[in-house]
């Protein structure tokens, strides 16, 4: 057989096969989604995924028991009974991880208005941070002040104060921003309720909890109590808490502070944070130690 005889052979073969998959016209099995009537027109706004409540949201089909893991879900934030499309999520629950997530980035990147401590009577101060990344990057240098602020603080407290109230914007500006007037309000209420002084609350940029310590050293206060923004996280991006420190100073080890965590709106209201916060202030000051000794005493 010649080369030619091959080559006639193998072009005959080739016409006799059906043609690729790749050259035929695609031709599915399965219909898949169509397309429904959403009742939206264009420039309608889509409705807010992040207004649903994470503890009703329950999107399982077909569920075994729906009316026991609802009631089960209704105890907690987590994403449960979110549901399936195949082996992927549905595309409301991706778009809520999504939105909290963004919430999240937008609570720890954004600045705390200018003009928030003014509008609270509040000194503003600054740690030796100038920038936001700058904060992110070096926690030590939010844990310190440049010799402006220190001298900010000498001049508006000459005494020793008794407690000092520190607010901090700490890793959430939302979470000052939502949480820290009206827990301030009440935590002063319960201040004066007990006879107790405190000094006026100072506002902190780009603070770290150890921004206080360094604020007994300038003031020498008895007891230093700082409301600051936490980590947010995918259940909230407006978590604050509060840090209670007897005879702050730097280099104080962290389980000497007394802390109250979660204060935002699913966790423990700002108003009624603040009158614990009181409460607890006049036992420590009382038993002259904070943090787990304070257990340990108690």
């Known amino acids: 057989m010649t080369k030619q005889d091959i080559t006639a052979l193998i072009r005959e073969l080739l016409e006799q096969m059906e043609p690729q998959v790749k050259g035929s016209d ?30 009703k949201l329950y999107l399982t089909q077909d569920p075994a028991n729906k009316a026991r893991f609802a009631k089960m879900k209704e105890k907690t934030p987590a994403r ?7 082996p992927r999520y549905k595309t409301l629950t991706m778009l809520r991880f999504r939105a909290d997530h963004a919430a999240a980035q937008d609570a ?4 705390v208005p200018e003009d928030f401590p003014k509008v609270h009577g509040m000194l503003d101060l600054q740690t030796l941070c100038q920038t936001k990344d700058e904060y992110l990057t070096r926690p ?3 844990r310190r002040f440049g010799p402006e602020a220190t001298e900010a603080l000498k001049k508006a407290f000459p005494t020793p104060p008794r407690v000092q109230l520190v607010v901090g914007d700490g890793l959430s500006s939302a979470a000052v921003m939502a949480n820290a007037p009206d827990c301030l309000a009440a935590l002063q209420d319960g201040l004066k309720l007990r006879g107790i002084p405190a000094a006026d609350p100072v506002f902190v940029r780009y603070c770290r909890v150890g921004a206080g310590d360094a604020m007994g050293d300038i003031t020498g206060c ?6 600051v923004g936490e980590r947010p996280g995918l259940v909230t991006d407006k978590s604050m808490s509060a840090y209670l420190t007897y005879k702050p100073r730097t280099g104080v080890s962290e ?4 802390v109250i965590s979660n204060i935002h709106a699913q966790g423990t209201p700002a108003a009624e944070a603040g009158a614990h916060i009181a409460e607890l202030i006049e036992t420590i000051l009382r038993r002259k130690v904070s943090g787990v000794a304070l257990r340990r005493d108690t």
């Not at 720890?108 to 600045?111: D, I, L, N």
């Not at 389980?255 to 007394?258: E, L, P, V």
């Open 26 to 55: 695609y031709r599915p099995t399965d219909p898949g989604p169509q397309p429904q009537d959403t009742h939206l027109k264009d420039g309608d706004f889509v409705p807010d995924v992040t207004a649903l409540d994470l503890r």
């Open 80 to 86: 449960l009974g979110s549901g399936r499309a195949g």
């Open 108 to 111: 720890v990147f954004s600045q």
């Open 140 to 142: 030590d240098k939010g």
């Open 222 to 227: 008895e007891l230093v109590c700082m409301l």
């Open 255 to 258: 389980s000497a502070r007394t």
